[in-house]
């Protein structure tokens, strides 16, 4: 199916003359209905009847493939051991095909053992049947996150300026590591690095960064041809979307100093939808303020950091049991699009009194953390909550895993969480 989209540039001259691109190519969507494999046959002949595989199998292949969620089932007659290794996804069977046509299991008869390898084959899906999972039941990333740039009239893609993701958005996605299993309606991008660390993720369907990112790859001996020997490390997932967003793309593969401006988000509506009752920011604030007579910052303050979520707003949005842990990490209200951060619970063997008056490098308020830790997603406040994690050779807060929050919470409401006054500390002092 071909696509076409109007595309007018306004003030005509030379930019108009530019040679522009569609951002987000539809897909072939031919055989999107169709089920893919995910079901691995291994068949292991028996020499004779009383031949007998070793007890190990089963954790021998789950140490194979330890990176994947499997299960498997094991069935034996006079003949052979058969196998079937179920994935939860397509892309896992993919990734761990090679690591299973090396296996090797030992076999027992009579006294004697030797290791055998097996037939290797690919279940495939009965002709006609339907995919048992869709992306369906998942959300389309929140974008909002990042800018409101999504939700206004879209630019045209440019092939000279729009080469390059810019290294902002891939820093802040990057906190929340997406991937196909959390978001519907995302893509994979190549990640490419040079010999000095700089790295760089092209627009796929732009010709002019295909075309540069292939000369980059060419290999040089001359330390002035900073263009060379770049290498392929790996692939993001990016929601399809940025794809199309002009100010998400820069024409240097090195990336940009300036700031994204922010698009006015006042004069358009969200387009997204979901299954869940959207967060009312207005009316969460109002609940927390007649159960807790506290001060709510208005402003977000360079000056001052998200930390972790208030107690008034944990106790909002989860149930605890008599000693204030979580009973559960789901929230009482599952809102549309909520992103997943980190949180930790404190020990129990850890008075909360010795807690009290903490200082942290880099801030100035010395602060009491609370028996949950809901914390901002950022890599500097992960890393001053190691410190918080561990003291002294202590253990004091246990990391209990991922949890929800409303995607809200990390736009324009400081108001929810503990903000803490920087200082003039210095990593080098």
């Known amino acids: 199916m071909k696509m076409s989209r109007n595309i007018e540039l306004n003030g005509g001259g030379a930019a108009a003359s530019l040679p522009t691109f569609l951002g987000c190519v539809k897909e072939e969507a031919k055989t999107s209905h169709l089920a ?23 954790t021998t292949i789950k140490g194979r493939v330890a990176s994947f969620p499997i299960t498997i089932d094991i069935a034996e007659d006079t003949k052979a051991v058969k196998v079937i290794i179920s994935f939860k996804r397509p892309e896992d069977l993919e990734k761990a095909k090679g690591l299973l046509k090396t296996l090797e299991i030992p076999f027992t008869d009579k006294g004697k053992t030797a290791n055998r390898k097996p037939e290797f084959s690919v279940v495939q899906p009965k002709k006609g049947e339907q995919k048992e999972e869709s992306d369906e039941h998942l959300e389309p990333f929140p974008l909002d996150i990042i800018g409101y740039h999504h939700r206004g009239l879209l630019e045209p893609m440019l092939q000279p300026i729009h080469k390059f993701l810019h290294p902002s958005i891939r820093r ?29 993720v092209p627009h796929p369907n732009n010709p002019e960064s295909q075309k540069e990112i292939v000369q980059m790859q060419q290999l040089s001996t001359d330390s002035s041809e900073i263009r060379k020997n770049w290498k392929n490390t790996g692939f993001i997932w990016m929601p399809k979307k940025i794809l199309e967003i002009p100010a998400y793309w820069i024409s240097n593969c090195f990336g940009a100093v300036e ?3 922010q698009h006015n988000s006042e004069s358009t509506v969200s387009s997204q ?7 009312d920011p207005s009316m969460f604030l109002r609940s927390l303020r007649d159960r807790d007579p506290i001060s709510f910052d208005s402003v977000v303050s360079h000056e001052r950091q998200p930390f972790w979520l208030k107690d008034s707003v944990i106790d909002e949005l989860y149930e ?26 404190k020990h129990s063997r850890i008075d ?47 990391y209990i895993g991922k949890i929800l929050i409303p995607h809200q919470f990390l736009t324009n409401m400081p108001d929810v969480w503990v903000n803490l006054q920087r200082s003039s500390y210095s990593a080098s002092h």
């Open 352 to 398: 909360g009194e010795a807690l009290s008056g903490e200082s942290l490098p880099g801030f100035e308020t010395k602060v009491t953390p609370g028996n949950i830790l809901i914390v901002y997603p950022s890599r500097t406040i992960e890393s001053l909550v190691q410190r918080l994690s561990v003291s002294r050779g202590i253990t004091r807060y246990n």
């Open 172 to 200: 802040m996605l990057s906190e929340f590591q997406i991937d196909d299993s959390t978001w519907r309606d995302l893509c994979k991008l190549a990640v490419y690095q040079c010999h000095d660390g700089d790295s760089c």
């Open 320 to 345: 605890k049991d008599g000693k204030g842990n979580l009973m559960s990490k789901e929230p009482k209200i599952r809102y549309a699009q909520m992103i997943q951060v980190n949180a930790y619970q």
């Open 36 to 58: 893919q494999p995910t079901q691995i046959c291994l068949k292991f002949k028996k020499n004779s009847p009383t031949e007998k595989y070793s007890p190990s199998l089963e």
């Open 259 to 261: 700031e994204i401006p």
């Open 273 to 279: 939808v979901s299954r869940y009752p959207v967060f």
